[in-house]
Nanobody, 121 residues
């Protein structure tokens, strides 16, 4: 199995910053991509940011210029630096990885449990 553990969520005032971390562990052979998703109450889960093993990134339009995703491939860890936070950023942020385990030929999707981010106005 591959396990993802998020940390860094919390309560912050509008305009503040948070840094989320997600560490992947287990019998990992390779990770093709890691990403952050979020889901606000009553809304669909949405992609916030994504990064591939080669460093390519993409962001939701709503967070461009404010959030930065980065990855430490050696540590199988992904980060999300969130600046200029808005109340609309409130939600449960979940880590995602597309990875291959040892002895498996195909990539599979893995999800963390999520961490709450609350931005007060």
């Amino acid at each position: 199995q591959v396990q993802l553990v998020e940390s860094g969520g919390g309560l912050v005032q509008a305009g503040g910053s948070l840094r989320l971390s997600c560490a992947a562990s287990g019998s990992i052979f390779s990770i093709a991509a890691m990403a952050w998703y979020r889901q606000a109450p009553g809304k669909q889960r949405e992609l916030v940011a994504r990064i591939t093993s080669l460093g390519s990134t993409n962001y939701a339009d709503s967070v461009k210029g404010r959030f930065t995703i980065s990855r430490d491939n050696a540590k199988n860890t992904v980060y999300l630096q969130m600046n200029s936070l808005k109340p609309e950023d409130t939600g449960v942020y979940s880590c995602y990885a597309r990875a291959k385990r040892y002895y498996n030929d195909y990539l599979s999707d893995y999800w963390g449990q999520g961490t709450q981010v609350t931005v007060s106005s």
